[in-house]
């Protein structure tokens, strides 16, 4: 399996950017889709963005999320423009089969918080 740590959460104020990243040991990502999803407090863990083996991505707002993968730095990352406080959740970055579904993910990072706040 593949280990996985996210970073760049933080608290920022609406309107603004962060960019996550997602560090992969252990076996390279080249064969795997990666995607983020998310944790609100009381909340489902619900899918917010893809990247599969190909580099093709969706999201969940492609407006505001973009997805990107560097297998040579075997990682992936998350930028999210334009926050809002309903962003406000832990983001996890995940390994497995191209989907919209956390079970079809095997490895999973530990999580960041991202906090939208004025």
């Known amino acids: 399996q593949v280990q996985l740590v996210e970073s760049g959460g933080g608290l920022v104020q609406p309107g603004g950017s962060l960019r996550l990243s997602c560090a992969a040991s252990?076996?390279?990502?080249?064969?795997?889709?990666m995607a983020w999803f998310r944790q609100a407090p009381g909340k489902e863990r619900e899918f917010v963005a893809l990247?599969?083996?190909?580099?093709g991505s969706t999201s969940t707002d492609s407006v505001r999320f973009t997805m990107s993968r560097d297998n040579a730095k075997n990682s992936v990352y998350l930028q999210m423009n334009s926050l809002k406080p309903e962003d406000t959740a832990v983001y996890y970055c995940?390994?497995?089969?191209?989907?919209?579904?956390?079970?079809?993910?095997?490895?999973w990072g530990q999580g960041t918080q991202v906090t939208v706040s004025s």
């Open positions: 252990g076996r390279t990502i080249r064969t795997y889709a």
């Open positions: 990247v599969n083996e190909y580099g």
């Open positions: 995940a390994a497995g089969r191209p989907s919209f579904r956390p079970a079809d993910y095997s490895s």
